[in-house]
């Protein structure tokens, strides 16, 4: 039977803190850090091989998670492990047989377990950002408008949300001659980061990342590390995967730990 451990600590208990001219900024950061935004329950989940005579596999058991602003917990272990499992559940791609998975969405606390999809899309659209491993490229759709999709759709003016997707295709070395093609033309790695860009235009307060760093050179995945660092700096709880030991290294502030039991 498959578990995860979890090398969490208990949820950090609400405290009322007093600002004092000059440290307002020092606080918020304290507050960013201690604020709970994810809190997985008891997630059990078993995939049904219908193609092989119903075989039961059983990926989660009693899985449990939480994850704070302004950190970034990675999850870690073998194939086969549930590691992408928990993350596309976390994103409600995945319906889990029983348990909770509670995203605090603004002022308001939502079980993906039991929400109706137009919440779900709604939690998607302006509170879980997802960068996959691969861009699903939309044919003449240039690799501009595919980043500044997500700001359009929460309203953002179209010159501000431009703006902002030239800004992360610099960062990542998306050479400018190639922002107005479609990335069906791309290499992988180019793909992937605009597929990483895309993830990063809405200042999301959680992001899902699995593997944003597989297919890039050491240069690209610096650059990577970068909006990490920027996006827990700025409050974000963050759950990735990472095989690149160098990278998990540089972003992990704990690793949530998956692994099989007999």
């Not at 997985?40 to 005579?53: A, D, G, P, R, W």
């Not at 302004?70 to 995945?94: D, I, M, P, Q, W």
């Not at 790695?189 to 307060?205: H, K, L, S, T």
Request: hydrophobic share 45%; aromatic share 4%; charged share 20%.
């Amino acid at each position: 039977m498959l578990f995860c451990r979890v090398a969490a600590a208990p949820y950090p208990a609400h405290r009322c803190v007093i600002r004092r001219p000059g440290k307002r900024s020092a606080t918020r950061q304290l507050n960013l850090v201690r604020a709970n935004m994810i809190r997985v329950e008891n997630v059990h989940k078993t995939f049904v091989l219908h193609q092989q005579h119903g075989v039961r596999l059983p990926v989660l058991a009693d899985a449990s998670l939480t994850v704070n602003a302004g950190e970034c917990v990675v999850l870690h272990g073998h194939s086969g492990s549930g590691k992408s499992t928990l993350l596309r559940s976390l994103y409600a791609n995945y319906l889990p047989d029983s348990g909770h998975i509670h995203i605090r969405h603004g002022d308001e606390w939502v079980d993906l377990v039991t929400a109706t999809p137009r919440k779900v899309l709604e939690v998607r659209k302006i509170t879980i950002g997802w960068v996959s491993q691969f861009l699903q490229v939309i044919p003449r759709i240039s690799a501009l408008e595919v980043v500044m999709q997500p700001l359009l759709d929460l309203g953002t003016p179209r010159e501000a949300s431009a703006a902002k997707a030239a800004q992360l295709l610099t960062r990542l070395n998306v050479p400018e001659r190639l922002w107005h093609l479609a990335p069906s033309t791309f290499s992988g790695g180019e793909q992937q980061r605009v597929n990483i860009a895309r993830g990063f235009a809405v200042d999301y307060p959680i992001l899902l990342l699995d593997e944003p760093t597989a297919s890039l050179d050491d240069k690209n995945s610096a650059a990577v590390v970068n909006l990490i660092h920027d996006a827990k700096a700025r409050g974000a709880a963050i759950v990735g995967i990472f095989h690149d030991e160098g990278v998990r290294r540089q972003v992990a502030d704990r690793l949530h730990s998956m692994g099989m039991t007999a």
